[in-house]
């Protein structure tokens, strides 16, 4: 497992070349995002509505394509949700994320499309454990397994071959086979609904594994860490997983628990790696473990505009 592991390691620091690149050239990153995005989304419903097809630059963008929220993406977004094609990105989006509520819905619903995942949230992962490494050269989280706290998936009722839940759920349903043999427990148990035996079922069937990372929503992780201290007996998850090193979360703010995770952790050596990922997309991982500052992604898919505070709505 120590030759898997610096297999991996020598992938991540690759790719530690190209995190280098956007944050040494980050206009020339995302010149290059924006022209993906817009070439590629001329034809669609949204595009040619847009006049995609005639904008030159960001700015003439900013300028001809008004802001939007969800509530005027909202009738787009049903379209795709019924199968039809070549809405707001080309072909079918199969896979919608639900995420917080807005004013007037309980939830909204973002398509995640294949290259969204790809480019985007999977890219986003990598990347995290690319920075983990960086900081961390040391690492050995591919010399046992890695557990994720996520969500699961439904059919959408009135269009069943449209799949909705958890953007967390999506990731893992499309787990590459190479990072299977790391992933735990199984996705059988991970993208269960009933979260009460799906609990319970993760915890016994990591009891006895290695597990070296964690990945999920503090308030999840907690219940987990809980079950597994109520079926072992023992005074801390170090006594269960001896080898355990790193934990990522993301999603709520890591300040009200980090004295819990203390307890459940008792070691200076447990590295903590916040990220930033949404339905909408990963955004940020924190690229300095002594830093509480997070490092904006920029090739990963998304084209960021920026407004002074003073004209927030």
Not at 257 to 279: D, G, T, W
Request: proline letters at 5%; glycine letters at 6%.
């Amino acid at each position: 497992m120590g030759i898997v592991n610096n297999i991996f390691k020598w992938y991540l620091l690759e790719r530690y070349g190209m995190i280098e690149r956007f944050m040494k050239y980050p206009v020339n990153a995302q010149n290059e995002v924006w022209d993906n995005l817009v070439s590629t989304a001329e034809n669609t419903v949204w595009g040619i509505e847009h006049n995609f097809s005639q904008l030159n630059d960001r700015k003439e963008f900013s300028q001809k394509v008004p802001l939007q929220n969800y509530e005027t993406l909202k009738p787009y977004i049903k379209r795709m949700m019924h199968g039809e094609k070549d809405v707001l990105w080309p072909g079918v989006v199969e896979w919608f994320s639900k995420s917080s509520g807005t004013t007037s819905d309980k939830s909204k619903f973002i398509p995640v499309s294949k290259e969204n995942l790809k480019k985007c949230h999977i890219r986003g992962s990598w990347d995290t454990l690319t920075l983990l490494y960086q900081n961390k050269p040391e690492s050995q989280i591919f010399a046992g397994k890695n557990l994720i706290m996520g969500g699961s998936l439904v059919d959408f009722s009135e269009y069943p071959e449209s799949k909705i839940g958890d953007v967390s759920a999506i990731m893992m349903a499309h787990m590459p086979a190479f990072a299977k043999p790391f992933y735990a427990p199984n996705l059988e148990i991970g993208l269960m609904s009933e979260w009460e035996k799906k609990i319970e079922l993760t915890a016994r069937a990591a009891l006895d594994l290695n597990i070296t990372m964690i990945g999920g929503v503090p308030t999840w992780t907690i219940v987990l860490f809980r079950k597994l201290l109520e079926i072992t007996g023992k005074s801390n998850i170090l006594e269960i997983w001896p080898n355990f090193e790193t934990y990522i979360h993301g999603g709520v703010s890591f300040m009200p628990y980090r004295e819990q995770f203390k307890q459940f952790l008792p070691s200076e050596s447990v590295n903590y790696v916040e990220i930033y990922n949404a339905s909408e997309g990963y955004f940020a991982i924190q690229d300095d473990l002594k830093s509480d500052d997070m490092l904006l992604l920029l090739d990963n898919g998304i084209y960021y505009e920026f407004l002074p505070m003073e004209e927030w709505e």
